[in-house]
């Protein structure tokens, strides 16, 4: 039972361009939602998180949309740079602290 | 502040042998995570310790999958007997306390697991 799904497998975008990826739920109990960045051959690293009770969270480049009446949400990245270049995991976490992984978006930022 | 530290990053065995992942968390984090993460899929959870006491291990295959978090700091999960299907990256990951104030895991490098 997916709870978390990305369902584009790859993007490519042009370097200066806006990169949007996304991400669905089914769980309306989940309260806060993560992005991690993840290279190859490395563990996933945190980017940037969202609390249910908002729906727009920036950090410098970044930022998450989240639209809970859609069980939506999407990460912006503007200007996208090559090394942005990795895979992008959507996550969500319901209260009993417990995370679920969508199945990860790879993005390509080309020179 | 050093990251979770895991080892080995890569083995290959052959089905039916038994493996050992060993993870060391970042210093004070309480809780602990193994992940399975299968090529092409994101990681899923196999186990969740808080402390040295098991949160969730609904995931966990429990025929052949098995862990532990002795004295609550570090902690392996040991396969045995290792199918074709255990082919995955192990991911380790902390966070420093349970409760609604963190919402955030570190990870480790992973462990890359090759059954023949």
């Known amino acids: 039972d997916q709870q978390v799904k990305q369902n584009s497998p790859s993007l490519s975008v042009q370097e200066g361009r806006i990169s949007i990826l996304n991400c669905d739920y089914t769980n309306s109990m989940f309260d806060y939602f993560l992005w991690y960045k993840k290279y190859p051959a490395e563990g996933p690293t945190f980017l940037i998180s969202?609390?249910?009770?908002?729906d727009k969270n920036e950090d410098g480049r970044f930022t998450v949309f989240l639209n809970k009446s859609a069980k939506h949400l999407s990460l912006h990245i503007v200007p996208s740079q090559p090394g942005d270049s990795a895979v992008y995991f959507c996550?969500?976490?319901?209260?009993?602290?417990?995370?679920?992984f969508g199945t990860g978006t790879s993005l390509t930022v080309i020179p | 502040e050093a990251g979770v530290a895991q080892s080995p990053r890569y083995k290959i065995i052959e089905k039916r042998q038994s493996v050992a992942f060993w993870c060391n968390p970042i210093?004070?984090?309480?809780?602990l995570y193994w992940y399975q993460q299968i090529l092409g899929q994101g990681p899923k959870l196999l186990i969740q310790f808080q402390n040295n006491g098991v949160v969730d291990d609904s995931q966990l295959p429990k025929d052949r999958f098995s862990a532990e978090r002795l004295k609550g700091v570090d902690s392996t999960l040991k396969i045995q007997p290792a199918k074709l299907e255990d082919s995955a990256v192990y991911l380790c990951?902390?966070?420093?306390?349970?409760?609604?104030?963190?919402?955030?895991?570190?990870f480790g490098p992973g462990t890359r697991l090759t059954v023949l």
């Open positions: 990951a902390s966070s420093p306390s349970a409760g609604s104030s963190y919402n955030e895991q570190f």
């Open positions: 969202i609390s249910s009770i908002k």
């Open positions: 996550a969500a976490k319901n209260t009993g602290n417990q995370f679920y």
């Open positions: 210093s004070g984090h309480a809780t």
